[in-house]
């Protein structure tokens, strides 16, 4: 997931957040008050996409062609290991969101973030 806000308020904040329709979709269905707003500017840099991640598995990919077996594990573990603290990461920016919520917002959120059968992600 990444996002920008819509509205008049939200188009400034746009402009430093990644942009994508599912979290203005998000944004617009949660109907925020003003003081949740740096709550979810939070959870949107925490789950945008980071070019680092995409950049490591590439140079995963690339790498274990060229090395022995015990060095392609050791490669893998490393990777792995990365991924979780970045979903670890990740996972505290949602719950700390998630807390800001309302009751009502919160069925909103997990309605909306609920994966579907053409999610890529499931």
């Known amino acids: ?3 920008a806000m819509v ?3 939200g188009l400034a904040a746009a402009a430093t957040e990644p942009v994508n329709a599912e979290l203005i979709r998000l944004h617009d269905d949660l109907r925020l008050n003003p003081g ?3 709550a979810w500017h939070d959870y949107v840099m925490a789950v945008a996409p980071d070019p680092n991640v995409e950049a490591r598995h590439r140079a995963t990919q690339e790498l274990l062609p060229m090395v022995p077996t015990p060095r392609r594990i050791a490669l ?3 990777t ?3 991924d979780d603290m970045d979903f670890r990461r990740q996972g505290e920016a949602v719950k700390a969101f998630y807390g800001k919520l309302t009751p009502e917002q919160q069925k909103v959120f997990d309605r909306d973030t609920l994966p579907t059968d053409d999610d890529p992600r499931r």
């Open 76 to 78: 893998i573990e490393a």
């Open 36 to 38: 949740q707003e740096p």
């Open 1 to 3: 997931m990444a996002a």
């Open 80 to 82: 792995m290991q990365q």
């Open 7 to 9: 509205g008049a308020a």
